[in-house]
């Protein structure tokens, strides 16, 4: 049994040329959408694209912070991870920050009498 042999192939004139402005035009396209997938909203003070994450895959690790209110979430990032997930893991753990915090304080005391009124003081000297 021999070698297949390979079709032939006809040759190809000289390659296009894009014009200057086309390769810029979709570097720029490439560049917003990257910028665009990577700034989201702050849970906090509520900036749209003020939340910016950095990842660092060498390190293993994300950074998320806000450049309006200096929140900051860091976590542990694999080669899979994206942006968005360190913003959905940052959303989970302020919500679950918020449920301890809520479930450790004592509920509010809630009866039809109204609370005795507080004295700050006497007016009278």
């Known amino acids: 049994m021999g070698k297949r042999k390979k079709s032939s192939r006809k040759p190809q004139g000289p390659r296009k040329k894009e014009p200057l402005g086309t390769h810029n ?8 959408h990257f910028l665009a997938e990577s700034a989201f909203t702050c849970l906090f003070c509520h900036h749209d694209k003020s939340v910016t994450v950095r990842m660092d895959r060498k390190e293993g690790v994300a ?6 209110c200096d929140q900051r979430y860091q976590s542990k990032v694999n080669h899979l991870t994206e942006p968005i997930d360190i913003y959905s893991e940052w959303i989970d753990a302020a919500d679950a920050a918020e449920r301890h915090a809520t479930g450790s304080r004592p509920a509010a005391a809630s009866s039809s009498r109204n609370a005795p009124a507080v004295n700050f003081g006497s007016d009278e000297e």
């Open 63 to 68: 950074q998320l912070f806000c450049k309006v």
């Open 25 to 32: 035009l979709s570097l720029a396209r490439f560049i917003s």
